[in-house]
């Protein structure tokens, strides 16, 4: 079974990475917008989308996820630029947001190609940012490219996590590892 | 106020210095033993033997932490070798074990030097770990200077975390931020 990770993200990259697996990469279309009265629905959609964007061979796995947060029933995805980014870090200043992942994985023994998906919640709870810190961080240039304009690893806004720390950095390992584990299983 | 670090750890003065905060480091005095059944206590005394183990001067405000993982009843400091390391790994996985640090601050305005303390705990789940897993993290060298033998920055055993996530690397950073503000806040 080849692994194929269907994602652009460096971060995604670097933790199938650290888990040891040997994988290729590629690139997924540019999914469609997530609305905020349906996100657990469209998240599904975006990363089931993302991973039939791609070419698929019967021997492979592959591998997509999509990841937003949710703060007080809005979706945040990447922000737009510096207004918005700054406009995002001062909504979820001293407040719990979630973290929802949906990883999406497509394999195929004997029949027809399985895809199987699973949503993953992490809480995060950040403190208080004052806008000196909003004003570095946006201009670090680390928004940009992450949902809700945070990276948990490379800010220090969190107070507190409950769920998969991974997961909020993109890709909820575990769910991973269990769901390939049961594809493991199937195959013997 | 010129604030010190009195530790000798590199992701303590990484997570600092990410603040955006102004410091200088000092070495403390390698600390006593943490005993099972007294571990809170010891915890604390250990900290506060740390920061008063450095000279200190009127303007200053010495930081000190010390960190530990508690698993069934078991105070796991640094391993102190590859078998114990691997050992310490096999008790982790699967099951959830706390993350205690004792933050200790000292300063001055007017009076004698006061210190102050706290102990900031987050409750880690660990996922199973393969000994093919823990056979490769330990000889990476990783667990050796870290309190339970693992970085939650650079293995992926986590399932879950609730807490902070930055306590897991040694230093409660918004507990940090609060115990500054109040000193700063009597000082006006």
């Known amino acids: 079974m080849r692994l194929v990770l269907v994602s652009a993200s460096p971060r995604r990259r670097a933790l199938l990475k ?4 040997k994988f290729s990469v590629r690139r997924p279309e ?5 609305r905020d009265a349906h996100f657990k629905k469209d998240l599904a959609r975006t990363a089931l989308a993302k ?6 061979r019967p021997e ?10 949710v703060c007080r029933g809005r979706v945040l995805g990447k922000p737009r630029g510096i207004k918005q980014a700054a406009e995002f870090l001062r909504l979820l ?5 979630a973290v929802y992942s949906c990883l999406a994985l497509k394999y195929q023994h004997g029949g027809p190609a399985v895809v199987r998906h699973k949503i993953a919640v992490t809480k ?3 403190r208080g940012i004052s806008p000196a810190e909003i004003k570095a961080y946006v201009r670090s240039g680390a928004p940009y490219d992450k949902a809700g304009g945070y990276g948990i690893q490379d800010s220090l806004f969190a107070r507190k996590i409950c769920g998969c720390y991974y997961n909020v950095m993109g890709l909820p390992v575990s769910v991973l590892i269990d ?4 594809v493991k299983n199937k195959e013997k």
């Not at 650290?18 to 697996?21: D, E, F, R, T």
């Not at 991973?51 to 698929?56: D, H, K, Q």
């Not at 492979?60 to 947060?69: G, K, M, N, P, R």
């Open 51 to 56: 991973i039939n964007s791609v070419p698929f």
């Open 93 to 97: 200043s001293g407040r719990r947001h």
């Open 124 to 126: 995060v709870y950040f």
């Open 179 to 182: 769901m390939l584990k049961a």
């Open 60 to 69: 492979e796995a592959l591998i997509a996820c999509d990841t937003i947060v």
């Open 30 to 34: 540019t999914p469609e917008k997530i």
């Open 18 to 21: 650290k888990l040891g697996l």
